[in-house]
């Protein structure tokens, strides 16, 4: 396919790069000049100067932004550029509302707006296991369901417009209470004077089992908090479904006592670090032995 890329940061540069290996013609576009210039000159895509430049012509554009605004604003540019009946797939993390509002621009001008955020995290981007959750449009989606495996490993259509959206919130919840509970059992392990290892050979193999005990157990024993997914873009997140839950009567007391934490590890300077990083803040009160 003819495809236009917008946003080639830590997530979007890998999953850009998977499409022209897998045979795409892709035009990337980045708001720093020079990050889309090393995307094209490592990968062989295409260099795209402005927004409109990479939509010229695409049956598909795939974005990859930061927030609902810039949604908004790649969107506009983009739409009058796009090759009839194009495919907009959205893999920002944006609120429902701003979702339905480009479905609903993206169909007055003859052209499919699909909400697809993803899970998984730069490694699942590098190594193309992105898991993406659609809302929109289920004949586009299967039209373009294809091109997105060369980056995921599943792609679930979850109902209208906003649903994508909606899902990833799901997502981000159970990810916040986990990982407040991890960084819990990890403090109290440490305080209770057991060997961290020890204890978490003694129970990752039962009911307390995770994707985030068995990738992040450790790095959080140790300390090491500078990778993965960062505390700003989960605050970000969060903050997406308080307001969503606001708006539909959701009670979500972990979910906002949890951002609260991070928000106290962005004040220990941990705005970059990784979400597991809560366990700082519980390092930050251990008793001193």
């Known amino acids: 396919m003819k495809i236009g890329f ?14 022209v290996q897998a045979g795409h013609q892709v035009s990337g576009f980045n708001r720093s000049p020079d990050k889309a210039r090393a995307w094209s000159t490592a990968t062989g895509g295409r260099y795209a100067a402005t927004v409109a430049e990479a939509a ?9 932004v930061g927030n609902d605004d810039d949604v908004r604003q790649v969107v506009a540019e983009a739409l009058p550029h796009l090759a009839d009946g194009a495919v907009i797939v959205d893999h920002t993390t944006t609120s429902a509302r701003v979702a339905r509002e480009m479905a609903a621009l993206a169909a007055g001008q003859g052209r499919t707006f699909i909400d697809a955020p993803v899970s998984g995290g730069q490694a699942g981007a590098e190594n193309g296991q992105l898991s993406v959750m659609a809302g ?14 060369a980056f995921s490993k599943a792609v679930k259509h979850m109902g209208p417009s906003g649903s994508g959206q909606l899902t990833k919130m799901v997502n981000q919840i159970a990810i916040a209470g986990v990982v407040q509970g991890l960084a819990e059992a990890v403090h109290f392990a440490e305080v209770a004077g057991l060997d ?8 990752s193999r039962g009911a307390a089992q995770s994707w985030q005990m068995d990738n992040r157990w450790k790095t959080m024993a140790e300390g090491k908090f500078d990778f993965g997914f960062a505390v700003d873009w989960m605050r970000k997140d969060l903050g997406l479904v308080l307001d969503e839950a606001r708006t ?27 979400t597991s990083s809560l366990a700082a803040r519980l390092q930050d009160r251990s008793p001193k032995h």
């Open 6 to 19: 917008a946003g080639l940061g830590v997530m979007g540069g890998p999953m850009a790069r998977h499409l």
């Open 56 to 64: 010229d012509g695409a049956e598909l554009l795939i974005l990859c």
């Open 136 to 149: 929109g449009d289920a004949t586009a989606l299967a039209r373009v369901e294809p091109t997105l495996m």
């Open 196 to 203: 961290t290892n020890a204890a978490y050979e003694a129970i």
């Open 248 to 274: 539909n009567g959701a009670h979500l007391s972990l979910t906002a006592l949890v951002d609260q934490f991070y928000s106290e590890v962005q004040s220990m300077g941990g705005a970059r670090w990784d």
